[in-house]
Each structure stands twice: as C-alpha cells, then as structure tokens.
C-alpha cells in the first residue's frame, strides 16, 4: 500500500516565478492538507481539501491556493514567490471521518 | 503566538534510558494531540495520538500522558535506542467539523548516544 507520495522532490525558482506542487493521498484517504516547514520549525497548516473544496485555511495570504481533483490528489500554487517561500512543503491525507493525519515526504522548494 | 509550547528544544539520552518531551497549551478547545517523529529530510510520521477522555496511552515503547487540568501532554520513549535519534513534535487541533488542522510545536532533537 503506497503512502502519500508527492511531487517533485526538489525544486528551485528565482522570486516572482509561480509554483506547483504535487500530492497523491494514501489509498481510501478522502482529504488532503498542505504544510509549510520552514528550516528548524514545526509544520504550520496552509490549507485543507474535501470533495474538491478547500474546507479550511490557515493564515497565509492568497498567493498560497489549491486544488483537489475527482481522484482526492491534490495541488498546491504558489504565485508571485518569495524568498521566505523557501520551505519544505508537506501534504498530509486522512482517512474518511478520521482525524489522524499521514505525511508525504515533502517538496523542499528553495527560492533565490 | 505560539498555541503549543513544546520543551526541551534538544535532549540527549543514554541508550536504554527514558526520554522525555513535554508540551503545554492554552486552548481548551483542543481535543486531540497527536505526536510525530521526524527524520532528516522526511515527512513527520504519526507516533500515537490521544484525547482528553483518556490520561494515558501506550504502544509499544512509547506512551502519552495527559494532565487535562494543567493543559499539559508529554511523550515518554521506553528504552531509548540509537535509531529513535531524530526530530519529535508534538502538536494539538481544535475540535471543528470543517476537518483536522493541526497545531504544532516547535519540536525537540533527540539524540541517543550508545
């Protein structure tokens, strides 16, 4: 049974560029949440999607936006870049009605 | 402000010792608060999680405590080993029916020296 996987591993963009970053959830896994880890942080939650629809947001400007597919995997843009974009980017899936959140291996984005 | 207060930021253990992580909160509105260990360059993996209505749990060598009138968890690890070395969070979501949206700390470094 694959984890959460995501996609790519490694990206770099220079500032102002936009950027897409891939996640497929855990098989039976429903919703799908995206993380920012900056360097020596804990993970803090960007946003959540279910049926297709971001059901909550954490407190990051509109740059930040997602999409979630028929299939539950899910995409993350980010536009206008920044250097303090410079992050790992985490998706986590849950299991229907189920709190518990499974992590991908992340997106380590660097921006110059 | 930080809703998870999480310490010692770093530990260092003997092998076969215990290992132990505390966090702190403020919101009562917290009701479930899941650990996760993390590896360099890998995603946090879920340890074990509890909630309120429960004081302790355990798998295997790792247990939560909970103290749900000093609004205070702590992760012990039984018998430290060489290959637990790594990054633990603990962290802590509001109940919400729109979904989980996890609350983390700041995370502590173990190592364990054999």
């Known amino acids: 049974d694959a984890g959460v996987t995501q996609s790519p591993t490694h990206l770099i963009k220079t500032r102002g560029q936009q950027v897409t970053l891939r996640c497929s959830p855990k098989?039976?896994?429903?919703?799908v949440s995206w993380y920012q880890q900056a360097l020596g942080q804990g993970p803090q939650f960007i946003f959540q999607?279910?049926?297709?629809?971001?059901?909550q947001r954490g407190n990051f400007p509109d740059r930040f936006s997602g999409h979630q597919f028929p299939n539950y995997s899910s995409e993350l843009n980010v536009n206008a870049l920044l250097l303090g974009d410079s992050a790992l980017y985490l998706c986590?899936?849950?299991?229907?009605?189920?709190?518990?959140?499974?992590f991908g291996p992340g997106t380590r984005l660097l921006v110059l | 402000q930080q809703q998870v207060k999480q310490s010692p930021q770093s530990l260092i253990v003997q092998k076969g010792g215990i290992s132990i992580i505390n966090c702190a909160y403020e919101?009562?509105?917290?009701?479930?608060f899941p650990w996760y260990q993390q590896f360099p360059g890998k995603g946090p993996a879920l340890l074990i999680a509890?909630?309120?209505?429960?004081s302790e749990k355990k798998e295997g060598r790792f247990t939560i405590s909970f103290n749900k009138s000093a609004k205070q968890f702590s992760l012990h690890i039984m018998d430290s080993q060489p290959g637990d070395s790594a990054t633990y969070f603990c962290?802590?979501?509001?109940?919400?029916?729109?979904?989980?949206?996890?609350?983390f700390g700041k995370g502590t470094t173990l190592s364990v020296s054999s």
């Open positions: 986590a899936s849950s299991p229907v009605n189920k709190r518990d959140q499974y």
């Open positions: 509890i909630r309120p209505d429960v």
């Open positions: 962290a802590a979501d509001p109940f919400n029916q729109a979904g989980t949206a996890l609350i």
């Open positions: 999607y279910y049926e297709e629809e971001e059901r």
């Open positions: 919101n009562t509105a917290f009701d479930y």
């Open positions: 098989s039976g896994h429903d919703t």
